[in-house]
T-cell receptor
Framework: DAGITQSPRHKVTETGTPVTLRCHQT?????MYWYRQDPGHGLRLIHY???????DKGEVSDGYSVSRSKTEDFLLTLESATSSQTSVYFC????????????FGEGSRLTVL | DQQVKQNSPSLSVQEGRISILNCDYT??????FLWYKKYPAEGPTFLIS?????DKNEDGRFTVFLNKSAKHLSLHIVPSQPGDSAVYFC??????????FGTGTSLTVIP
């Protein structure tokens, strides 16, 4: 199994509060991704990173920011959580551009009340 | 707009029969396609992939077919087993290494 750890695994918070989800990998893979999974929408890309300090937006990036100061850590921040951001968030990593597979973490379930 | 689509939200198949899951995409620039399997409360796991230069890839009970002219791929599972019951996602990758996923098909294999 790929060494990917997401924290926290479960979180309940209130609207308007900041939230940070952490993804930690032990594989030294270059590419890291944040997805959210919602019924009827599948997995949607929020942000991704192709190296330290190199990040870019995905399909549903509004309301989210990311940071990657070290190869092993990729942080997803909700500056002011809203109920529409209630979801299951998955981190994924990949070592090969264009022809490699994604390895996923176990997910972080976020509930915004 | 959804670049990768799975139009069947669910599929039920008898054990031992063939399961066929379908996926359509809109961007002809995708150059790699994958299928993932997901159990509840777990992250998706990689199942099988295919390059855009091929039209078929087989791995045991799993075969993926790619029809580039129709922008369509399918996953065949034969014979289907109860342990195959899960949600299946297809994904497409572009040259920027962005992975786009479909909405998923929930497969139930009936014993």
């Amino acid at each position: 199994d790929a060494g990917i750890t997401q924290s926290p695994r479960h979180k309940v918070t209130e609207t308007g509060t900041p939230v940070t989800l952490r993804c930690h990998q032990t594989e030294n893979h270059r590419y890291m991704y944040w997805y959210r999974q919602d019924p009827g929408h599948g997995l949607r890309l929020i942000h991704y990173s192709y190296g330290v300090k190199d990040t870019d937006k995905g399909e549903v990036s509004d309301g989210y920011s990311v940071s990657r100061s070290k190869t092993e850590d990729f942080l997803l921040t909700l500056e002011s959580a809203t109920s529409s951001q209630t979801s299951v968030y998955f981190c994924a990593i990949s070592f090969l551009a264009g022809a490699g597979e994604l390895f996923f973490g176990e997910g972080s379930r976020l509930t915004v009340l | 707009d959804q670049q990768v689509k799975q139009n069947s939200p669910s599929l039920s198949v008898q054990e031992g029969r063939i399961s066929i899951l379908n996926c359509d995409y809109t961007n002809s620039m995708f150059d790699y396609f994958l299928w993932y399997k997901k159990y509840p409360a777990e992250g998706p796991t990689f199942l099988i992939s295919i390059s855009s230069i091929k039209d078929k890839n087989e791995d045991g009970r799993f075969t993926v077919f790619l029809n580039k002219s129709a922008k369509h791929l399918s996953l065949h599972i034969v014979p289907s087993q109860p342990g195959d019951s899960a949600v299946y996602f297809c994904a497409a990758v572009n040259t920027g290494n962005q992975f786009y996923f479909g909405t998923g098909t929930s497969l139930t294999v009936i014993p």
